[in-house]
Structures are given as structure tokens and as C-alpha cells.
């Protein structure tokens, strides 16, 4: 048995051993300032993924301001967390539907696996086969920078990007949603994006 079969079977048991927890409403916050060169993250092993995020001269690590993006939608994730797998699929739609829109170069998604390790990641990544690319969290370094610590998961961190090292967060949400559509649209507004 491989070290991702191994992780996967660990998920289902960690699923069923999982409180409850309910989700939350939709959360609102002022656009805050968020230092993007406080949050180094690793180059992704996929060639695919660092093409996605316009990464392809990056050898190491990168910071947030040099994905070629106008917008970073960002899932803070727990591959332990029931309603994160159970929502891996409507995030998927949701960037599927980015994909079609004609935004697809301005608006990027990544995920942050919060307190996993990259063995977690990635064996979320296969079960629930995410298009997008995920890194881990284990120390939580990179969900303290986002200030999203103190949130529960799945958390959605909606960024616009700007010029030189400063990014804004532009809308926060903690929990699960029903509507891809829905949730994307609100994306597009909240950013200054329109849609044809």
C-alpha cells in the first residue's frame, strides 16, 4: 500500500471522525492590506499548475504578487475537514465556470491546506481531483499571514492584486455554499470584474 492509499483510507476515517460543525454565514470584512512578501510559498511540483499561475521562470519559492493574476480566490482548506471534502466539488464547478467565463487570465485559485502536510495535499488533491493548485500549511505561517487563523474551514479569501508587494482582500467568506454561480458572480463584483 502506497503513502497516498495510506493517507486516503486515514481521510476516511478522519471523516467519519469529524464533530459537526456548523457552518457559518457569509462573513464581510473591509478590504485590509496583506503584505505579500510575508507569505513565501513553495514552487508547485506540477508543471501544469506553475504554468497556470504563470510561474514557469519560478525555481523555489514565490510570493503572492507574481502570479499573473488581476485576482487570487484563495480556499483555506483542512483535508481532515468533512464540509471542505464534501464542498471539493462545488469549488471545483466554481473554477470551471472561471475557466469559461473569459476571466480565466485574470482570475487564479489556489488552495492552503491549513496545518497539512504536503503528503496531506496532495492526497486531497487525487481523491478529490483538484484542478487547481494547493499547497500546505503545516506551521499555519501562511494562514497567520492571510489572519484567517481563527477561522473554521473551508474559508474563501477573495484578493485583488496590485502592483509592488501589497494585495488586498477584498471579501472573506467561512463555510460552505450552495451556488457556484452564485458565489462566482459575487467574485466578479466584489473584485471590479463585469461580466458579458
Same mark, same amino acid.
Not at 44 to 56: C, Q, R, V
Not at 64 to 76: F, G, H, N, S, T
Given at each position: 500500500?502506497?503513502?497516498?492509499?495510506?493517507?486516503?483510507?486515514?481521510?476516511?476515517?478522519?471523516?467519519?471522525?469529524?464533530?459537526?460543525?456548523?457552518?457559518?454565514?457569509?462573513?464581510?470584512?473591509?478590504?485590509?492590506?496583506?503584505?505579500?512578501?510575508?507569505? +513565501? %510559498?513553495?514552487?508547485?511540483?506540477?508543471? $501544469?499548475?506553475?504554468?497556470? =499561475?504563470?510561474?514557469? #521562470?519560478?525555481?523555489?519559492?514565490?510570493?503572492?504578487?507574481?502570479?499573473?493574476?488581476?485576482?487570487?480566490?484563495?480556499?483555506?482548506?483542512?483535508?481532515?475537514?468533512?464540509?471542505?471534502?464534501?464542498?471539493?466539488?462545488?469549488?471545483?464547478?466554481?473554477?470551471?465556470?472561471?475557466?469559461?467565463?473569459?476571466?480565466?487570465?485574470?482570475?487564479?485559485?489556489?488552495?492552503?491546506?491549513?496545518?497539512?502536510?504536503?503528503?496531506?495535499?496532495?492526497?486531497?488533491?487525487?481523491?478529490?481531483?483538484?484542478?487547481? +493548485? %494547493?499547497?500546505?500549511?503545516?506551521?499555519? $505561517?501562511?494562514?497567520?499571514? =492571510?489572519?484567517?487563523? #481563527?477561522?473554521?474551514?473551508?474559508?474563501?479569501?477573495?484578493?485583488?492584486?496590485?502592483?509592488?508587494?501589497?494585495?488586498?482582500?477584498?471579501?472573506?467568506?467561512?463555510?460552505?455554499?450552495?451556488?457556484?454561480?452564485?458565489?462566482?458572480?459575487?467574485?466578479?463584483?466584489?473584485?471590479?470584474?463585469?461580466?458579458?
Amino acid at each position: 500500500m502506497n503513502k497516498i492509499s495510506i493517507l486516503v483510507a486515514l481521510l476516511l476515517v478522519g471523516c467519519a471522525a469529524t464533530e459537526q460543525r456548523e457552518v457559518e454565514p457569509p462573513k464581510l470584512e473591509e478590504p485590509v492590506a496583506i503584505d505579500s512578501l510575508a507569505i +513565501p %510559498l513553495p514552487r508547485p511540483s506540477s508543471e $501544469s499548475d506553475a504554468a497556470y =499561475l504563470g510561474l514557469a #521562470d519560478v525555481e523555489e519559492s514565490f510570493h503572492m504578487d507574481q502570479i499573473r493574476a488581476r485576482v487570487l480566490v484563495i480556499e483555506v482548506f483542512d483535508m481532515y475537514c468533512r464540509f471542505c471534502q464534501g464542498m471539493a466539488p462545488t469549488v471545483d464547478e466554481v473554477y470551471e465556470l472561471n475557466l469559461r467565463s473569459g476571466f480565466g487570465d485574470e482570475v487564479k485559485m489556489i488552495g492552503i491546506g491549513r496545518m497539512n502536510t504536503a503528503l496531506e495535499v496532495s492526497a486531497f488533491k487525487e481523491k478529490y481531483d483538484v484542478k487547481f +493548485p %494547493l499547497f500546505p500549511d503545516h506551521d499555519l $505561517s501562511i494562514t497567520r499571514a =492571510l489572519q484567517a487563523q #481563527d477561522e473554521g474551514t473551508p474559508h474563501f479569501i477573495v484578493i485583488k492584486m496590485a502592483p509592488g508587494d501589497r494585495v488586498r482582500v477584498v471579501h472573506t467568506r467561512t463555510g460552505a455554499f450552495e451556488d457556484p454561480e452564485a458565489f462566482y458572480d459575487d467574485i466578479l463584483e466584489r473584485s471590479g470584474l463585469k461580466k458579458e
